[in-house]
């Protein structure tokens, strides 16, 4: 016969102040199959576990109603609490007489009421719990990085560090990501590929790092500890093994400096055999096959051209290449997507963004984003490091630069602050003016956000010591016109502070552009059963207490994916995921809730509609053979590891042959009879 | 097709060109304007800076007629008013005690059945490729900087008419009348309203640059779909020179290139009104 115990909290005021905890315990311990009805200040307290297992053991109880908080708050310490004192730990429920009761009503009656109807509904689950166990599943102990920024170059170099092996996926041909692309970093004016080079070369060259360049991530089965991804290594047209990047063959492209340059944001150009910077990791060449003259013709039945093939020593190019499909077993996966910026262009790929056109939906050659200004001033960029801007070539004296382009404003569609566009704007400010010493550099912002060590100090350093003119107002409207022969972007801004209008006629524009999800990070996070938000930045498990885990088991997340951030964040929020993930590795086995669907194999008619529904694609349809082989039935079958416990199975399921173990509908009517009674 | 048509104040005073122009294209595209009986004032700009319920009661009690007489469309040529009126529309559609009082402060029973047009909007119900093959000449001569001014696009959430910052409606439309729109820079900038009256030096500034501008862009002419608009550009015209505005520019009516295109006259469109001169070659299509 059941012996349940009821343990009421007061959560010292919490919950006294507006639930009368005794008429409570009195009102319960009249409940069948109540064996004891207590209170006490803080049932979490040592004293207060100390009352529950003291009762379990003098009562022989065989199940605990802890009245309390929300159990995402201590429902483990009281599983705990119980298991240490001899009962199963999935004998525990928790009644939510807190957030649930007294912090929503101020009427101690009708509170009180409520409080006793929550109790009783736990007590009849409980009386029907029953005891488990929780699941045991191996791991793989290898590990997979998705995108090689500085994010997924720091979790993999990490995780290779902690002796697992690591898989680096990243869909360019070169690792690297945006950082590879910057000129100096905020707030040290440190050379951004001078500190990320090295860790880039690390990643190319260390034992237990497997890197897998122009490839992207195609299928993901398993689960948690036992992924099995699907990578799609695409045609690259040079083997990277024979090849020795000597440079012969880009050199040779007869398109060489004829083709814009992606890495660039197509301000400089590269030929069809390319390798997209110096620095790129692999040092090989890819072949772009829209753009090869081979390539092209061999569609045509011709075989022009083949000028790289014909000069390479090495015998490294292969014109017959084909996208190759490679899987891998890994027990976890780091995801480092990273961003892109907002487009000012009049198209947008979500339909709830709006661009520009007072800025002209980017048809003005001279307004520039934020990205394309650093591959302007970098050394390595298209005019080495020489302030020129893009429409004729013109050193800019005067650059207006206009911070929030699409950030908190929502008549765009985006309401999120993108974090480090104050940051990097006034570095751009300084990194111009200490190239252009008779230069203007003329910001418009909306309040300046630079809260980070020495980032508020680089700020004033700015403005002070290198004379940037920071104007708080926004631009309402950009016109190209033509002075003395001269095209000038018109600015046509507003400073509110001296409450009048402010007109800049601009050399150069720059947009410090909101910072967006990459392109089809929501695809893969389909893939991964990763949740995103309606911007497409990738969901964490919790923001303040998981910030890098997600709901998906066994998927972590770091870098801009999750949302915009600067470098230091980047890094370490990768070295956290790379934590996480070999703290998971570092398991034998690991264990999960058993808090599963499971399915009557007898009941069920394999009509499929829980496969369909499972957002964690973990029911398949399996067959059902007797010992000679004969077939029998074709059944649902859950797979223990996959599934989440979340009951949608449950509910489609028109023969009610799932159920959900730990919330059984035994368990779940007898919690509304309760109620009902 | 019948229309309610809804002039406003400007095309019964300021701007009986407009009614002219609108009426007789309108005639000669079939449309049949019902002007609302006995109609009052939009509210305008003065009504919403300084009683709320007042700006939607004006136009609601429009509405509320064009309801009795059975309209489904109200067509009000000027923007001011199609915006006034769409505003107070959604206004009602959202808020039924709201509604119920507007409806009781003007003794007219309210439903929210009509939708509001402007003139391009009509053209564009009409259908574009059904005004140009109507026309009865190319408008070959005209190289139109298309001025909307503020009212047309925005506010953007209720009018809810093309792109805000960038629209082409009309450039559209005069593109396939063979006119040559240019591409300029002025499109959306504010022509200085109602600022006319009491700062004209600050008009004239506003009428310099525009106009300046759609010179610059190659255009010999500028289309307006506002008599605010079209006002403001001709008749502060003369200070803008004073300005340093290089030449004359003729300012149209939409609907005064549109009549031209199919077939009418200079003499039905009150050209003669106009303070700058329409040179010959611009008077026909």
């Known amino acids: ?32 199959g109540v064996a004891c009805s207590m209170n006490y200040k803080y049932m979490c307290s040592e004293p207060g576990q100390s009352l529950i297992s003291e009762k379990i053991k003098e009562l022989g109880l ?11 708050m201590h429902l483990k310490t009281f599983r705990k609490t119980v298991e240490l004192a001899g009962v199963n730990p999935y004998m525990v429920e928790m009644a939510n007489i807190r957030e649930q009761c007294s912090w929503v009503h101020s009427d101690k009656a009708v509170a009180t009421a409520k409080a006793i109807e929550l109790i009783g509904i736990a007590v009849a689950k409980v009386r029907r719990n029953a005891a488990l166990q929780p699941i045991k599943v191996p791991v793989t102990k290898r590990a997979m990085v998705i995108g090689a920024g500085v994010a997924g170059i720091q979790a993999a170099l990490d995780l290779a560090a902690g002796g697992v092996e690591v898989i680096l996926v990243e869909r360019e041909p070169s690792v690297g990501g945006k950082m590879a692309g910057l000129s100096e970093t905020f707030p040290t004016l440190d050379c951004s590929q001078c500190i990320l080079t090295p ?48 440079g012969t063959c880009w050199n040779a492209c007869p398109k060489k400096n004829k ?28 072949i772009d096959a829209d753009n090869c003259l081979r390539l092209q013709s061999m569609k045509k039945g011709k075989e022009l051209c083949g000028i790289c093939m014909k000069n390479c020593g090495s015998q490294a190019i292969n014109f017959h290449d084909q996208d190759e499909l490679v899987e891998f077993d890994v027990g976890a996966i780091v995801v480092a997507t990273g961003y892109k910026l907002y487009s000012i262009g009049k198209e947008q790929e979500n339909p709830n963004i709006k661009g520009y056109g007072e800025y002209g939906y980017g048809k003005y050659k001279d307004v520039i984003d934020s990205l394309q200004f650093e591959r302007i001033i970098s050394a390595s960029g298209p005019t080495g490091g020489e302030p020129k801007r893009p429409s004729d070539g013109m050193t800019p004296k005067t650059v207006v630069f206009i911070q929030c382009t699409g950030s908190r404003d929502n008549a765009k569609g985006i309401t999120y602050c993108s974090k480090i566009c104050c940051m990097y704007t006034a570095k751009h400010t300084m990194l111009f003016k200490h190239k252009v010493h008779d230069g203007a550099a003329h910001v418009f912002y909306m309040d300046i956000r630079s809260g980070g060590k020495m980032y508020d100090e680089f700020v004033r350093r700015a403005i002070e010591q290198d004379g940037a003119l920071y104007h708080r107002g926004r631009v309402s409207k950009i016109e190209e016109i033509t002075v003395d022969g001269v095209k000038k972007y018109r600015c046509y801004g ?12 601009a050399d150069l524009v720059v947009l410090a552009c909101a910072m967006v999800p990459s392109d089809g990070v929501t695809k893969l996070a389909q893939k991964l059963s990763v949740g995103y938000n309606e911007y497409g930045f990738l969901s964490e498990s919790h923001p303040k207490l998981r910030p890098v885990e997600t709901n998906a088991a066994g998927v972590f997340v770091c870098g801009a994916c999750q949302g915009p951030k600067d470098i230091p964040e980047t890094v370490a929020q990768a070295s956290a995921a790379a934590g996480k993930a070999l703290i998971m590795l570092s398991q034998p086995y690991l264990t999960r809730e058993p808090e599963i669907a499971t399915v009557d194999e007898k009941l069920c008619a394999a009509c499929g509609a829980c496969v369909q529904t499972c957002p964690f694609k973990a029911i398949t349809i399996e067959e059902i053979r007797d010992r000679k ?49 | 097709m019948n229309i309610g048509y809804y002039p406003g104040c400007a095309l019964h005073g300021s701007s009986v060109d407009y009614e002219t122009s609108v009426r007789a294209c309108m005639k000669a595209l079939d449309v049949q304007l019902d002007e609302l009986e006995d109609w009052i004032c939009c509210g305008a700009t003065a009504a919403h800076s300084i009683n709320h319920k007042l700006s939607v009661a004006l136009p609601a009690r429009n509405l509320g007629i064009a309801e009795r007489m059975n309209l489904k469309q109200v067509f009000a040529p000027c923007p001011m008013c199609s915006m006034e009126l769409k505003k107070a529309s959604d206004e009602l559609h959202a808020d039924p005690n709201l509604c119920a009082e507007i409806s009781e402060i003007v003794e007219t029973p309210l439903v929210g059945t009509v939708d509001v ?20 000449g190319k408008l070959d001569a005209f190289k139109p900087a298309c001025y909307y001014g503020c009212l047309l696009t925005r506010p953007p959430k209720t009018v809810n008419f093309d792109d805000p910052e960038d629209p082409t409606s009309m450039e559209e439309l005069l593109s396939k009348l063979g006119a040559s729109p240019v591409d300029w820079n002025s499109k959306t900038v504010c022509c200085g309203a109602g600022l006319t009256l009491c700062d ?5 500034r506003q009428v310099h640059k525009i106009l300046q501008d759609a010179l610059d862009s190659g255009a010999n002419c500028v289309v307006t779909a506002c008599p605010m608009c079209q006002v403001n550009l001709d008749m502060r015209q003369a200070d803008a020179k004073k300005l340093g505005l290089a030449q004359d520019v003729p300012i149209f009516f939409l609907s005064d290139l549109v009549s031209l295109a199919l077939g009418l006259t200079p003499k039905d469109l009150d050209f003669q009104k106009r303070y700058v001169a329409i040179p010959n070659e611009l008077q026909k299509a």
């Open chain 1, 1 to 32: 016969m059941a012996k349940i115990g009821v343990f009421t909290c007061w959560c010292g005021e919490n919950i006294a102040r507006h639930v009368d905890v005794e008429a409570v315990s009195e009102a319960i311990s009249k409940l069948p």
């Open chain 1, 62 to 72: 065989t199940g605990v109603v802890v009245a309390s908080c929300s159990p995402h």
């Open chain 1, 199 to 246: 860790r880039m070369v690390e990643v190319g060259q260390h034992p237990n790092i497997k890197l897998m360049t122009y490839s992207e991530v195609e299928k993901v089965d398993g689960y948690v500890g036992n992924f099995k991804v699907t990578v799609r290594k695409k045609a690259r047209y040079v083997d990277i093994a024979k090849c020795t990047g000597c």
């Open chain 1, 259 to 286: 083709i814009p340059n992606s890495f660039d944001y197509n301000l400089g150009n590269r030929g069809a055999i390319y390798i997209p910077f110096p620095q790129a990791v692999p040092a090989r060449p890819t």
């Open chain 1, 494 to 505: 507003a400073d509110t502070l001296a409450g009048e209008p402010c007109v800049v006629d």
């Open chain 1, 629 to 677: 082989g004969n077939f029998i039935k074709n059944t649902s079958r859950v797979n223990p590891g996959l599934c989440m416990g979340c009951g949608t199975c449950v509910s489609v399921c028109p023969s009610k042959s799932v159920d959900l173990i730990g919330f059984t509908d035994d368990q779940v009517y007898a919690e509304l009879e309760s109620l009902l009674a």
């Open chain 2, 117 to 136: 047009w402007n003139l391009i909007q009509v053209f564009q119900s009409v259908g574009y490729d059904n005004i140009a093959q109507k026309a009865q």
């Open chain 2, 200 to 204: 004209e030096a600050g008009v004239a």
